[in-house]
């Protein structure tokens, strides 16, 4: 497994890493998420995603659960988590904020859950525009000054407000945010490769990108069809039911392309991703075992990707 650094940062992440939105403490109890877990360790995986609102902090207990049975030592994973939306009530500082009262509290109680003194990687889920920018980042450097995590960072922020934030903290000698996570697969792509483009050089931004099979659609699974017990079944994701119906040509031809280099569709499209330079690890989502092991085996199709230019801008052109 190869490992690169977070951006500019010193921190070295897996180039696939697991997390458990939608899976853990919905398909995945703590029993599978341990073997789910052992299973990416044994590929040399070293980071491990979750949020405080996956399955209303279900997820954070069932990870923090599992990493404790199977005996891991802290040194040897990253963990992370997220804030904004809450899981606390709908009054305000409750959700839907990034404001300071929040934020301290969050925090808490995501160790708590986890059952950990710290996390690795502590992230703001989404923006929050009632919060004054500088607010955040002198919460989230406080929660790093204090040692509950140790780096902080983005998800599905602007390019704007990744700078402005970045700014205030050079600014004021604070802990400045090192990590975005953005959604980025062969279906989503914009932000990662134009949005972006000047983040990397000027910040030292690093990626942890999310959803790389699109939810399961770049597996080529919903082609002729919704097949029982898939996330496209479950409530609130019926969403993807449309995203397969667009794309299902063009999932169509990439299953070509990854019949003739001998790994499965998926494993060509999470190849694809990691291919990027500028994303530091992939993170990969799987309800079982099984399709985490396949997924694991994308690490094929990156070197097949890596050796072939011609490759890489075929499938580009497919998308
Ligand atoms: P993917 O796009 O890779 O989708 C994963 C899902 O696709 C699986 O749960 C499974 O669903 C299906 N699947 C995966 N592998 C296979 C396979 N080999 N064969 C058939 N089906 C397969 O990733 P996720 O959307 O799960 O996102 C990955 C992680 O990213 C999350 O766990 C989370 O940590 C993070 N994330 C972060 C977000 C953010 O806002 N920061 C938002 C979303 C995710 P099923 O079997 O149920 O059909």
Known sequence: MPYNRLGSAGLQVSQFSFGSWVTFGGQVDTGLAKEQL???ADAGVNFFDNAEVYAGGKSEQIMGEAIRELGWKRHEYVISTKFYWGINGEMPNMHYTLNRKYLMQ???GSLERLGLDFVDLAYCHRP???TPIE???YAMSDIVESG???YWGTSEWSADEIRAAWEIADKRNLRKPVMEQPQYNLLHRDRVENEYARLYEDLG???TTWSPLAGGILTGKYVDGIPEGSRATLEGHDYLRAGAEKSRDQVRELAKIAADLGVSTGQLALGWVAANPHVSTVILGASSVKQLEEN???LKALESLDDDAGLKASIDELF
């Open 135 to 137: 607010e955040t980042v």
């Open 296 to 298: 694991l085996g994308a």
């Open 106 to 108: 969050a925090i808490d």
């Open 128 to 130: 929050d525009p009632n």
């Open 38 to 40: 052992q299973a990416a």
């Open 148 to 150: 509950k995590a140790l």
């Open 205 to 207: 931004l690093g990626l």
